[in-house]
Nanobody, 114 residues
């Protein structure tokens, strides 16, 4: 079955960096559009970035210039490099795959605090 497993979250100080990773299995990863979202307590889930099978990328304005998405079709992984983190980036971060349906991971928590 389809599985998406996020990792790499944690506690980081403002201005710091984290790299999230999402390991995918159970579908043809190279054909899927992969995305990252986040959800802070009391807020709606927010789109952050996507990468197409052809490596075209897009970003939300809130993270443009600070976050970088990438995919490795050989390893079935999608990453999110997050730099210059801010307290408002604190949230649960989710990986999403779209390929004849949509699939979500369980999330990884990112906390930005001094």
């Amino acid at each position: 079955q389809v599985q998406l497993v996020e990792s790499g979250g944690g506690l980081v100080q403002p201005g710091g960096s984290l790299r999230l990773s999402c390991a995918a299995s159970g579908f043809t990863f190279s054909s899927a559009v992969m995305s990252w979202y986040r959800q802070a307590p009391g807020k709606e889930r927010e789109f952050l970035s996507f990468v197409t099978p052809g490596h075209t990328t897009a970003y939300a304005d809130s993270v443009k210039g600070r976050f970088t998405i990438s995919r490795d079709n050989g390893k079935n992984t999608v990453g999110l490099q997050m730099d210059n983190l801010k307290p408002e980036d604190t949230a649960m971060y989710y990986c999403r795959a779209v390929l004849r349906g949509e699939y979500w991971g369980q999330g990884t928590q990112v906390t930005v605090s001094s």
